[in-house]
């Protein structure tokens, strides 16, 4: 008999005091999930036939880990989510506004399923929600990415950051290589902020503009 499982606060998959049920559920299943809430998750999650997750607007699911939908399963995604991989066999996943989803290692990998992306998508940034404060969730308010340019871009030995509007006085912004390990943490108040890269290797690093509004990620090579 199929259990639907809803979330009544952000949390940990793990922990039953997020759950409707009182209990945790299993991460391979054929239930329905209602995810209202930031959720992190921390195994594999295996959709098998009959299985359903609606990812609300208010709500997400992020974890450096897979989402596998088989056969018969699906996911209906407003919100945000944010996977190393998806993998889409059979099942089929449709990604709706305001919410974005973020890949990290692979795109979604689709041998006879179906992926539909109506929001924002990427793949390759690398993003954080292991914090109890579910930090990933500002993307729902996410900082408009058309009013933020860096250059040059490739770089050599600086980055110019330029904001289209005024800077919120808790802008912060920090630069992480594709390990996802940051090297660089600053705050910025200017509309125009240079940063110092000469001490970076040649290769490829995400610039994540973060404030109160919400965050934006840019990517860049250094040569």
């Not at 390990?181 to 040649?202: A, E, P, R, W």
């Amino acid at each position: 008999m199929s259990t639907t499982w809803t979330t009544i606060s952000p949390g940990y998959w793990n922990n039953p005091q997020i759950w409707s049920t009182g209990i945790t559920p299993p991460y391979i299943s054929a239930d329905t999930f209602i995810i209202q809430h930031p959720v992190a998750f921390q195994d594999n999650i295996v959709l098998n036939a009959g299985a359903f997750i609606r990812i609300d607007s208010t709500g997400g699911l992020c974890a450096h880990h897979n989402i596998t939908v088989n056969t018969g399963a699906s996911i209906l995604k407003y919100g945000v989510l944010e996977v190393d991989t998806l993998y889409i066999p059979g099942g089929d996943v449709n990604c709706l506004s305001p919410g974005e989803v973020i890949l990290w290692l692979n795109a979604h990998i689709s041998n006879g399923g179906a992926f539909q992306s109506n929001c924002a998508f990427s793949i390759g940034p690398w993003f954080e929600c292991v914090r109890p404060q579910f930090g990933f969730m500002n993307v729902l308010d996410l900082v408009d990415k058309n009013q933020i340019s860096i250059f040059p871009n490739p770089a050599t030995d600086h980055i110019t950051i330029e904001f289209k509007t005024d800077v919120n006085k808790n802008t912060t912004v920090t630069i992480s290589n594709i390990q996802g390990q940051q090297l660089l943490k600053q705050s910025i108040s200017n509309i125009n902020t240079t940063l110092d890269v000469s001490g970076l290797s040649s290769g490829i690093y995400f610039l994540r503009i973060s404030s109160d509004e919400g965050f934006a990620v840019k990517k860049f090579v250094k040569e």
